[in-house]
Nanobody, 116 residues
Framework: QVQLVESGGGLVQPGGSLRLSCAAS????????MNWYRQAPGKERELVAG????????IYVDSVKGRFAISRDNAKDTVYLQMNNLKPEDTAVYSC?????????WGQGTQVTVSS
């Protein structure tokens, strides 16, 4: 059974940091590109960051460049999103996504709220 389980979300003040984790099981993690998406209320889901299966290449949406960092540990079947200098506009449900040529899997998401 494929599972992607996110953790690490919560309430943080502007300027603060959070580290999201996504633990994978039920598929060969090291063969999949991993992505973090977010969806804020009333907005479309957007790709925040992605990392190739080996971790050799990453991409970021412009609004988080220099503040967020995606990484993965293929030995632990886990992908991370380090989020620094958080802003209120980062408030959203963050979901991890596993992508291969044939399959796409999604986690349930974790809420991140940036507010004073």
């Amino acid at each position: 059974q494929v599972q992607l389980v996110e953790s690490g979300g919560g309430l943080v003040q502007p300027g603060g940091s959070l580290r999201l984790s996504c633990a994978a099981s039920g598929f060969t993690f090291s063969r999949y590109t991993m992505n973090w998406y977010r969806q804020a209320p009333g907005k479309e889901r957007e790709l925040v960051a992605g990392i190739t299966n080996t971790g050799g290449s990453t991409i970021y949406v412009d609004s988080v460049k220099g503040r967020f960092a995606i990484s993965r540990d293929n030995a632990k079947d886990t992908v991370y999103l380090q989020m620094n200098n958080l802003k209120p506009e980062d408030t959203a449900v963050y979901s991890c996504n596993a992508q291969s040529y044939f399959y796409t899997y999604w986690g349930q998401g974790t809420q991140v709220t940036v507010s004073s």
